[in-house]
Structure formats: C-alpha cells, structure tokens
C-alpha cells in the first residue's frame, strides 16, 4: 500500500511538474492521468473508464492570467486511487472528485506566493551576471514545488484512504445513490461549461447537428467524433480553395 502510494503521488507531482518542465504535454488532464493511476493501483481498465467521465467533468476549466481553477488532477488521483484501493463505486468516486478539487484549488496561489521568493532571488543574480546562481534558483523553486505536491497528496493516499473507507461506509445508502447520480450529470456540466466560452451562432448548428446524430440517429460518440471530422476537413478544404480562387 505505502509503494501504491508513493508512486500515485509521484505521478501527481510529475503531472503538476509537466508544465514547469516538460513542455506542457498534458499529463496532467485526467485522461492521461486517471489510466496512469488505475495501472499503479492495479485495475487499468477501471482508470480508463473513469478518465473519460473525469475529463469531460474538467473539460471547460482553463485558467486565464492569475486566475486559479479547481486542482483537476488532485481530484483525478484521489477519485481513482479511493475507488481501486477502497473498492469505493467508481460513480460515487467520479462525483466527489469535484470536491477534492475545490479543496486543493487554494493551494495554489499559496505555492505561487512562496516559490515567487526563488523569482526575487533569481533577479538579484541576474543583475550580477551569475547564470549559476540564476540556475540554482531554477532548480530549488522545482524542488519545492514538487515537495509541495507531493507530501500532501502522498499523506492524504496514505492515511486518507482508511478515512475515506469509513466514511464511505457510514454515509447512507439514499446518499450514495445521490451521488452516483450526480456523477451521470457532472460530464454534462464540463462539457456546457465548455461550450459557454465556444457557442455562436456558427457553432450552434453543429452542436445541434451533434445531438441530432446521438439522438435520432444512434450514433456513438466515435461515430459523432468522425461526422464532425469529416465536415471540418471538407470545410476547412472548401475555405483554403475560396481563398486561392479555385
């Protein structure tokens, strides 16, 4: 179990880090994350079927200038780990994972605050000309942004997946229910979330299109995936010819 751990909370540390680091691949988002987590826990396949509800519930979430948003990845490690390691439901698992990343979202500007002092440090060395010095700054700030996601999301995978256990078992069953419920809503939220920030009127109609094919049509969400690929290829080919005077 502390193995378990140790490695889900370094995967959630190198996940915060990718930005810092790596180049922004995204191994942050839930559904690079969440099959990461379920392999360590030992049940993949619930980890890849829980990304993809836990992506959609994230989806429309960005972060814009010095605003901060709900810790998505703290929430994907926890509802994973809890749900293989507790045997919680995963329904049940995915609906709190909201929660847990509101609670981890103020962490966030309190991590900014505190590694600003290695900015502060680095700009006094680059008034000297000292790149070593300026390096050493670079690296100690990752350092202790990596301890400051690391140590708490190992302590809470440690000790709070016998808390989540009991409390699970002491919450009534009409809750339970509740909450697997919610978890059948949530995807939706993420995604009209998402939706407010890109819906005009050219959007609409193929949101409405979208809809009309899962709908009417039967189709999946692959099958609506494919449709609305098509038509961006055909559309984005006919704009590029219009432009040539084809």
Same mark, same amino acid.
């Given at each position: 179990?502390?193995?378990k751990?140790l490695?889900m909370a370094?995967?959630?540390?190198?996940?915060n880090m990718?930005?810092r680091?790596?180049g922004?691949?995204?191994?942050n988002?839930?559904?690079?994350?969440?099959?990461?987590?379920?392999?360590?826990?030992?049940?993949l396949?619930?980890?890849v079927a829980?990304?993809v509800?836990?992506?959609?519930i994230f989806?429309?979430f960005?972060?814009?200038?010095?605003?901060t948003?709900?810790?998505s990845?703290?929430?994907t490690?926890?509802?994973v780990g809890?749900?293989?390691l507790?045997?919680?439901?995963s329904?049940a698992a995915?609906?709190?994972a909201?929660?847990?990343?509101l609670?981890?979202?103020?962490?966030?500007?309190f991590?900014?605050?505190?590694?600003?002092?290695?900015?502060v440090?680095?700009?006094?060395?680059a008034?000297?000309g000292?790149?070593?010095?300026?390096?050493r700054q670079l690296?100690l700030?990752? *350092?202790?942004? &990596? @301890?400051?996601?690391f140590?708490?999301?190992?302590l809470?995978?440690?000790?709070?997946? %016998?808390?989540? $256990?009991s409390l699970i078992?002491?919450?009534p069953?009409v809750v339970?229910?509740?909450?697997?419920k919610?978890?059948?809503?949530?995807?939706?939220?993420?995604?009209?979330?998402l939706m407010?920030y890109?819906c005009d009127?050219?959007?609409?109609?193929?949101?409405i299109?979208g809809?009309v094919?899962a709908v009417?049509?039967?189709?999946?969400? *692959?099958?609506v &995936? @494919?449709?609305g690929?098509?038509?961006?290829?055909?559309?984005?080919?006919?704009k590029? %010819?219009?432009? $040539?005077g084809?």
């Amino acid at each position: 179990m502390i193995i378990k751990c140790l490695i889900m909370a370094l995967v959630y540390t190198l996940g915060n880090m990718d930005t810092r680091m790596f180049g922004a691949n995204r191994w942050n988002w839930p559904i690079s994350l969440a099959p990461i987590i379920g392999l360590v826990a030992g049940d993949l396949a619930t980890g890849v079927a829980m990304s993809v509800e836990l992506q959609m519930i994230f989806l429309g979430f960005v972060a814009i200038g010095m605003s901060t948003i709900p810790d998505s990845s703290a929430g994907t490690t926890l509802a994973v780990g809890f749900a293989i390691l507790n045997g919680i439901d995963s329904a049940a698992a995915i609906a709190l994972a909201m929660p847990i990343a509101l609670l981890f979202q103020p962490l966030q500007p309190f991590k900014g605050t505190l590694l600003n002092i290695f900015n502060v440090k680095a700009d006094e060395y680059a008034k000297k000309g000292d790149e070593k010095g300026i390096e050493r700054q670079l690296h100690l700030g990752n *350092l202790m942004a &990596a @301890l400051f996601d690391f140590i708490p999301m190992f302590l809470i995978l440690l000790g709070g997946s %016998q808390v989540v $256990e009991s409390l699970i078992n002491s919450i009534p069953t009409v809750v339970m229910n509740c909450l697997s419920k919610t978890a059948q809503v949530l995807p939706a939220l993420g995604v009209a979330y998402l939706m407010s920030y890109v819906c005009d009127y050219f959007t609409m109609p193929f949101a409405i299109l979208g809809f009309v094919l899962a709908v009417y049509f039967g189709l999946d969400s *692959l099958g609506v &995936a @494919l449709v609305g690929g098509v038509i961006a290829v055909v559309y984005f080919n006919v704009k590029n %010819q219009k432009k $040539e005077g084809l």
